[in-house]
């Protein structure tokens, strides 16, 4: 499931980029997660994290690209220590997602941020990934 999750994130990244010449990083972002193509893959990926038993958000603050998963049901708090070791494991994804950010967009100093939470609202695990 996680490595489904992080193979999906890039291939809506890759699949999405939009040229936004002239406008700040955090304009540059916003625009490009508005785009209809980057919309049109989100709910696709909305759909398989439903079933899941996840919801996906993915939103934008300043010049950091936000992953949300929720889970619908609690689940028990101590898998919090093995979605954060998958993030680690992960890197390499989240840290090249970044890093076309920067480069197809222009971003001087993008972030993803990755977030697993828990029904009750608590964390479970998240890790900011930058540019290389």
Known sequence: ???FAALFLAVVLAFSLVACGGQDGASALKKYVESDEFQAQVQTLTSQYEQLGMKLEIGVEGEQL???CTFAEQIDSELG???AAA???QADVFEGIASQLKTELKIANPTVLVQYINADGSELASKTFSAK
């Open 1 to 3: 499931m996680k490595k």
């Open 66 to 68: 936000i992953y949300t």
């Open 81 to 83: 220590e093995q979605f």
């Open 87 to 89: 993030l680690d494991q």
